[in-house]
């Protein structure tokens, strides 16, 4: 590995890293909102929703990152005004409606530096032809990131606050700042559409046939009738499982995601990505069925099994949207494609909401394994990467 590739990973697993580690306060601001203000699950939620709205315009954002400055420019940006902050988090105790505007700028903060690793991820991977690599770096940060977030976190919510947990991101921001400042950004790949309006950035992606091909093979490859809800219900209520079991099985699934990434990481760079595609369609429809048969035994079995090759099938899509980026447009093309995923996953839920009191849990399982097959006419027409 060359030093510029090191460096690029170095910084792209420590955005990803810094991403869920920000979930550390989430336990002590909860506990806040829920002993302290005795707000309703209600209100919960929709603060949570205001907080976290931010992601939802992850085009726009790729849109000005690729048009104004630089990608290392706006990381370097966003971890200044992230420290700025939580500073205000930590040392002030503010009204409701502020703390809920700082948060919202923290999040905004925290949607700027991921596109911005994106998009040098897209860049600088296409050029070594490591997108698969690099990404399986990011997940695995995040992934280890969460498991450090769920005992640290409690910790910190049961002794002190979540203003506490704020101010521990300081250091994190910080480091990361550092690792940034070694990486050397590709200047020609960097800045070129620069003075392009928001309508003809637009319309240059939405002219990209391939481009438009390969996000409405995203939609329906991601999209099918969610059931996941309903099966939390039956560990409750049915399985009788404890919620030290289910966070516990949680935290298992999550090691053996960090297992499937590695496993991408290895054999990434070998992969015939349409085949591979092509056969996950039917893997995925398999698995699906296969919670037709729900126990406590298989429960736990599909827990392992699938968050092992969940994480390896994530990160093969992950990789083919970043493959199919548009050059010059990496940020704005890649979020535009994350956008489209995060789309179809809201969709899934809504449509799993609508159909299981109509058709009964059996069927909206068999439902989701059928749509799993939409996708299939599309791989032909998509080009190889």
């Known amino acids: 590995m060359n030093r510029k590739l090191f460096w690029v990973f170095a910084l792209s697993s420590a955005v990803y890293f810094t991403q869920g580690i920000e979930g550390l306060p989430s336990q002590g601001l909860f506990y806040y909102l829920k002993e302290t203000l005795h707000f309703s699950p209600e209100k919960i939620m929709v603060i949570n929703s205001i907080v976290l709205s931010a992601w939802l315009i992850k085009p726009i954002i790729g849109y000005v990152i690729d048009n104004s400055f630089s990608k290392k420019i706006w990381i370097f940006i966003s971890l200044a005004l992230d420290i700025i902050t939580v500073l205000f988090i930590g040392l002030l105790n503010m009204p409701i409606f502020i703390l809920i505007a700082v948060l919202l700028m923290n999040s905004t903060n925290g949607a700027f530096r991921d596109v911005s690793a994106d998009g040098i991820m897209c860049v600088e991977g296409k050029i070594h032809k490591a997108t698969g690599r690099i990404q399986s770096v990011q997940w695995i940060a995040i992934s280890a990131s ?40 590709t200047p020609a790949l960097n800045g070129q559409n620069k003075n392009n309006s928001l309508f003809a950035h637009l319309k240059e992606l939405l002219t990209d046939k391939n481009l438009i091909i390969v996000a409405l093979f995203i939609f329906l490859y991601k999209y099918s009738p969610s059931f996941g809800t309903p099966l939390f219900f039956i560990q409750r209520d049915a399985f009788k499982w404890g919620k030290v079991w289910i966070g516990a099985l949680a935290t ?29 369609v039917f893997l995925g429809a398999v698995t699906t069925l296969s919670y037709l048969y729900y126990t406590p035994v298989t429960a736990v079995i599909y827990n392992v099994f699938y968050s ?78």
């Open 308 to 385: 092992f090759i969940g994480m390896f099938i994530f990160l093969m899509v992950m990789d083919f949207m970043a493959r199919n980026t548009t050059k010059g447009f990496e940020a704005t093309s890649f979020a535009l494609l994350c956008s489209v995923s995060n789309l179809a996953l809201v969709t899934s839920n809504l449509s799993g909401a609508f159909l299981l009191p109509k058709v009964g849990l059996k069927w909206l399982i068999i439902l989701s394994a059928l749509t799993s097959f939409l996708c299939l006419p599309l791989i032909n027409k998509m080009k190889e990467v």
């Open 252 to 280: 298992i699934g999550t090691i053996f995601e960090i297992s499937g990434a590695l496993l991408y990481y290895k054999f990434s760079q070998k992969i015939k990505m349409k085949q591979w595609l092509f056969f996950s």
């Open 146 to 185: 969460g498991l450090i977030t769920g005992l640290v976190g409690g910790i910190i919510a049961q002794k002190w606050d979540y203003r506490v947990a704020f101010l521990f991101l300081i250091p994190i921001y910080i480091l990361v700042g550092l690792i940034a400042s070694f990486y050397q950004e």
